[in-house]
């Protein structure tokens, strides 16, 4: 089950679904992941600018001799 949470000043308020009232309280567990939106929205401009500008293929040849690279 996904919930989605709001973010309060003092943490996050869960609101109370069904799924969630029919539940005994006693024994719930919840893995929590926060999802920053900002993220994402910086993710998709980054997509879109690899779309709209794709890398050249020698673009990066100039940083080849600084790699390190182990054995």
Do not use: A, T
């Not at 919930?3 to 799924?19: A, Q, R, S, T, W």
């Not at 893995?31 to 929205?41: A, L, M």
């Amino acid at each position: 089950m996904i919930v989605e949470v709001l973010k309060v000043p003092n943490g996050f308020f869960i609101p109370m679904i069904n799924d969630l009232k029919k539940m005994d309280k006693q024994k719930i567990l919840m893995r929590i992941e926060i999802v920053d939106n900002q993220i994402n929205e910086m993710e998709q401009k980054h997509i879109f600018g690899y779309i709209s500008q794709p890398v050249k293929q020698d673009e990066f040849n100039c940083w080849e001799d600084e790699q390190v690279w182990g054995d």
